[in-house]
């Protein structure tokens, strides 16, 4: 006697690991803080929003943006305020204020 095939009546469940799971949304979120953090660092705190930049662009990118052309623009941003940060340094002779 033949049995008939098995069916399973409940539809397969996936887990996925949560350090996967990252909404689109935020990857999005990420690559316009990096632009938004990158462009004013060209003038302003470029040692602290330079870096921040960059890594936030990255990350967005890492994450997959839909945002990509934003992200890649806030990282180059963020090179760009570490070149200036380098450049200014350079030619003041490493003082970039000078009191009194």
């Known amino acids: 006697?033949?049995?008939?095939?098995?069916?399973?009546?409940?539809?397969?469940?996936?887990?996925?690991?949560?350090?996967?799971?990252?909404?689109?949304?935020?990857?999005?979120?990420?690559?316009?803080?990096?632009?938004?953090?990158?462009?004013?660092g060209l003038l302003l705190f470029n040692i602290a929003l330079g870096p921040l930049a960059v890594t936030l662009g990255v990350l967005a990118l890492v994450r997959g943006t839909s945002r990509r052309g934003r992200a890649l623009l806030g990282a180059a941003l963020g090179v760009a305020d570490l070149v200036v940060l380098a450049v200014t340094t350079a030619t003041a002779h490493g003082t970039l204020w000078q009191l009194g």
């Open 1 to 40: 006697m033949n049995s008939p095939a098995r069916t399973t009546l409940h539809p397969r469940t996936t887990r996925q690991n949560p350090a996967s799971r990252h909404s689109g949304t935020e990857a999005d979120a990420l690559a316009v803080a990096s632009f938004l953090l990158g462009l004013p």
